[in-house]
């Protein structure tokens, strides 16, 4: 059943794999701008930030952490073995 509810898994998959990345990729261009943080921050780390963000969520993280907040586990383990394989990709 958790496999069959299409606009969640979209949406997780899309969120995790597309938007996330895209957002810390701004902020790191942001912080590389500015001249008071980027002192701080060498050009290695933020390439590091920008690239742990594009990996994806570990299962058992998802798994616990959703049943420990009482959602949906099927949907939180289906989404981080789909997320894994299409991490593969992305």
Do not use: E, R
Not at 10 to 34: E, F, H, T
Not at 67 to 87: E, H, I, K, R, Y
């Amino acid at each position: 059943a958790a496999a069959m509810n299409l606009k969640l898994n979209g949406l997780i998959q899309l969120v995790n794999l597309a938007a996330y990345p895209v957002l810390v990729k701004l902020g790191c261009v942001a912080l590389a701008k500015w001249k008071a943080v980027s002192a701080f921050l060498h050009p290695q780390l933020l390439d590091g930030l920008v690239a742990m963000a594009c990996l994806p969520t570990t299962v058992n993280m998802c798994v616990v952490l959703t049943q420990s907040a009482g959602g949906n586990v099927a949907s939180a383990l289906f989404n981080a073995v789909l997320g894994n394989l299409l991490g593969i990709f992305a």
